[in-house]
């Protein structure tokens, strides 16, 4: 499944949204190192030299690779290519096009590993040749950012991911120096300064290890802003970037949307600028759940009109059913699930079991005794042998819950919860009160309580129940929320 939109419908749920501090739905989910995920962003990101009237076709593939027509970018370059073998924008371009779309499609990993490698060593030649080439200079550069966002999706070495990184931005930098006007040309590198400073403190030691050099917040924000206001490639790029940066990092969500909202009505058949918009408006800083829901509802509608579905359809399905349990609209989440399940589609070959995965998390959340047959149906089938782990984790996860006793207590608060993301708060409070009688002492009821107390405005006196929890002997998924709660309750505070 593409790690883009991937969420993972098992007892560990991998969050898609990276700023996303509470997960409505109390699963339990492993939080991947910002260092990698962020740098993964920054190297997502394709760049190209500056144009001339000589470029123009290859500008025209990424005119519309952008505007969402992957497989229509790639015929393009791949002509070009053709014509002009050794040409570095087109072939650039392809691999572009190549990276993004092998992590939807697998089988195309081979052909981008047969051309990164002679696509770099002809850049280096050139540049040996010319100091003064920078085309060369800058396709090197962009080069080894590419196969570093490569080995980072892939999994292919995150040791050699950060030596590309390092290598990318000091060519990067010379690039610069000659071309100071180039607004493009600041993008990668305002991306790099920004999240390498901004990266937990023992990313900065493993960042000496490697001698990777510093970044700079605030520059790295000047930077990617003026590739978005002073850029023509890279606006779309660093608009996306600014959306995760103001909405997550700098307090500023409601520039993040206007920013979302204008890449939407430019770009309105690219799903990428629905799916980050949806996850802002879902996210912690807006929580706008209507307006996210309606983003992967568009996807869907504009996906269904076309006569070979793409990924894009099903990734929007299960974005609209996450969206919807979030808002405890349980039976609302399993239907947008089931009929895609009935279809049995084989391609993309990760729908078929990741669609039956998530069901199967949502039905055991829910308390349904079949949970466990959709896990099964996953186990049985041999050619998603892949996600037989993810499966057979997902039920001992359910046995788990079961035996102790927190299936049972999970199910009572879902009314209470509904109503809490309703914001009938008397109402939530009252069903709330009533599992607390039968439970007086289950962490899980003390942490919605709190949940809803923060909720509320009641800050104060729910970072002190959220401060108990996080030294209790709660499961750990409770534990984790109470301290990215208790850290939303100090941020508030201005601590």
């Known amino acids: ?197 901004i990266a937990p403190a023992f990313i900065r030691v493993i960042r000496l290890f490697l001698f990777l050099p510093a970044g700079n917040r605030a520059e790295g924000l000047k930077q990617i802003e003026r590739a978005y206001t002073q850029g023509s490639l890279f606006s779309f790029q660093a608009g996306l970037l600014l959306m995760e940066i103001y909405g997550a990092f700098e307090g500023r969500p409601a520039d993040g949307v206007r920013i979302g909202e204008r890449l939407a009505r430019e770009f309105p058949d690219n799903p990428t600028v629905q799916f980050a918009l949806a996850q802002l408006y879902l996210s912690p800083a807006v929580e706008d759940y209507v307006r996210g829901g309606e983003q992967y509802q568009a996807v869907i509608a504009r996906e269904e009109r076309r006569a070979v579905a793409r990924p894009a359809k099903y990734q929007a399905r299960l974005g609209l059913a996450s969206a919807l349990f979030q808002q405890w609209r349980v039976e609302d989440a399993l239907g947008v699930l089931s009929p895609t399940i009935d279809a049995k589609p084989d391609v993309p070959s990760w729908v078929m079991p990741s669609f039956l995965l998530r069901r199967a998390n949502y039905r055991a959340l829910a308390g349904d005794a079949a949970a466990a047959d959709d896990a099964r149906r996953v186990l049985a089938e041999p050619r998603w042998n892949d996600r037989h782990k993810a499966a057979d984790d997902l039920l001992k996860w359910m046995e788990r819950r079961r035996a102790s006793g927190e299936a049972a207590t999970y199910v009572a608060l879902i009314r209470g919860n509904r109503l809490a993301a309703e914001r009938r708060w008397d109402e939530a409070a009252a069903a709330y009160e009533a599992v607390r009688r039968d439970h007086p002492d289950d962490s899980q009821v003390r942490f919605r309580i709190a949940a809803l107390q923060f909720a509320r405005g009641e800050t104060d006196r729910a970072a002190s129940a959220f401060s108990g929890l996080a030294d209790s002997k709660a499961p750990d998924w409770i534990k984790a929320q109470a301290l990215l709660y208790l850290g939303r309750a100090h941020d508030l505070a201005g601590r």
């Open 1 to 197: 499944m593409p790690k883009r939109h991937a969420c993972y419908a098992g007892p560990h749920t991998r969050v898609k949204v990276r700023w996303r501090i509470s997960c409505s739905t109390g699963r339990r989910y492993m939080l991947r190192p910002i260092f990698p995920v962020a740098l993964a962003v920054v190297l997502a990101i394709p760049s190209v030299a500056a144009p001339s009237p000589a470029d123009d076709d290859v500008l025209d593939g990424y005119r519309r690779y952008h505007a969402g027509d992957k497989e229509g970018a790639q015929q393009d370059f791949e002509r070009l290519v053709a014509a002009r073998p050794a040409d570095l924008p087109a072939r650039f371009g392809l691999l572009r096009v190549l990276e993004d779309r092998s992590r939807e499609t697998r089988a195309l990993e081979a052909e981008f590993e047969k051309r990164i490698e002679p696509f770099l060593a002809d850049a280096e030649a050139r540049h040996n040749r010319s100091e003064t080439d920078d085309e060369a200079l800058f396709y090197l550069a962009n080069g080894h950012f590419l196969r570093a966002e490569y080995r980072l999706n892939h999994n292919k070495g995150i040791w050699g991911a950060a030596r590309d990184g390092v290598r990318s931005k000091r060519l990067t930098e010379a690039y610069v120096k000659r071309h100071p006007e180039h607004g493009d040309a600041y993008f990668a590198l305002g991306a790099y300064n920004y999240y390498v400073e």
